[in-house]
């Protein structure tokens, strides 16, 4: 599985810090939305533009995206983690509402970085920024 995310904003970053921290059995990767890896899985998907603002989960050869995606991702984790799916009573209008909203703030509250986070030496093996995302 495959978690793409906004490489310049602190709150995805904080995100994939969280995941990193509790997926003891290293299920996921991880791309920049900047990346070759994302950009090429944008254009593939033929993804809106708007999915640059958003988390993408890529498996099994299908995407997932906003709220969607979010809750995949935490319940995979297993564990407590599962019950985020309890989430799934709300209608997706719902739950992609709320998504977007802290999604159009996210600089502002959380604020960006110059850059695209540098993958640590432990766990940099997970990140595919320079890989096709068909591999």
């Not at 003891?24 to 939305?33: G, I, P, V």
């Not at 983690?81 to 600089?107: D, E, Q, S, T």
């Not at 640590?120 to 320079?130: E, V």
């Amino acid at each position: 599985m495959v978690i793409l995310f906004d490489g310049v904003c602190n709150l995805c970053n904080g995100f994939v810090q969280f995941i990193i921290k509790r997926d003891k059995n290293r299920l996921f990767q991880f791309a920049s939305l900047q990346s070759n890896y994302g950009r090429n899985l944008i254009s593939h998907f033929k993804l809106p533009l708007t999915a640059t603002g958003t988390v993408i989960l890529y498996h099994d050869g299908k995407v997932s995206v906003e709220s969607d995606a979010s809750i995949e991702i935490i319940s995979s984790l297993g564990g407590m983690w599962k019950c985020v799916k309890v989430f799934k009573i709300f209608p997706r209008f719902i739950r992609n509402g709320l998504y977007r909203l802290l999604a159009r703030n996210r600089y502002r509250l959380f604020g960006k970085t110059d850059q695209c986070m540098v993958p640590s030496d432990n766990t940099k093996d997970r990140f595919l920024d320079d890989t096709a995302f068909w591999q």
